[in-house]
């Protein structure tokens, strides 16, 4: 069974950076898009950005653009979400996605904090 | 960018069935959607594909009891013999990912 785990995250000051990580395993990584989605405490999902297969293509929601990048390396199954001029509005749980169409597996999530 | 609306709440007995509806905006009305299902203090579940045509595909051990429909530019989520673990939250997604429903909380009384 598909397997996605996150990692990184945690409390960080506004403006602060933090790099999450997602590592993926039980399918093939390189063949598929991938996605991070949060969902801020309380609230509903919110797309965050999409990565094609061999990283050539990526997309990002408007209030994140400029300071977050989604990158990924396949030859460690590995997804990454460099988060850079953290604002509180950023606090939520940040889940990776694979995607075939449409999400079609979950991570467990992991917990950005974003205060003073 | 499609949009797609979904109603906040919806309430159902136990053992009974209930539909939930998720609609795409003007123009958009033949996109395919996913339906996820998200239970209280866990992460989401890829439930099903659902196309335009009716046509709808399950992910891995969703039970039986969940189906998809779709009608012009709403799509469906039918759940029957409603149990107590289907009680969560229910989103919808565009095909391309970059769009999300409110989600439908779904209380089973």
């Known amino acids: 069974e598909v397997q996605l785990v996150e990692s990184g995250g945690g409390l960080v000051q506004p403006g602060g950076s933090l790099r999450l990580s997602c590592a993926a395993s039980e399918f093939t990584f390189s063949s598929y898009w991938m996605s991070w989605v949060r969902q801020a405490p309380g609230k509903g999902l919110e797309w965050v950005a999409n990565i094609k297969q061999d990283g050539s293509e990526k997309y990002y929601v408007d209030s994140v653009k400029g300071r977050f990048t989604i990158s990924r390396d396949n030859a460690k199954n590995s997804l990454y979400l460099q988060m850079n001029s953290l604002r509180a509005e950023d606090t939520a749980v940040y889940y990776c996605?694979?995607?075939?169409?449409?999400?079609?597996?979950w991570g467990q999530g992991t917990l950005v904090t974003v205060s003073s | 960018q499609p949009v797609l609306t979904q109603s906040s709440s919806a309430s159902a007995s136990l053992g009974s069935s209930v539909k939930l509806t998720c609609t795409l905006s003007s123009g958009h009305s033949s996109y395919i959607i996913a339906w996820h299902q998200q239970q209280p203090g866990k992460a989401p579940r890829y439930l099903m594909k659902l196309e335009g045509s009716g046509s709808y595909n399950k992910g891995s051990g969703v039970p039986d009891r969940f189906s998809g429909s779709s009608s012009g530019a709403d799509r469906y989520l039918t759940i029957s013999n409603l149990q107590s673990e289907d009680e969560a939250d229910y989103y919808c997604e565009t095909w391309d990912s970059k769009v999300f429903g409110g989600g439908t909380k779904l209380t089973v009384l």
């Open positions: 996605a694979m995607r075939v169409t449409t999400i079609e597996w």
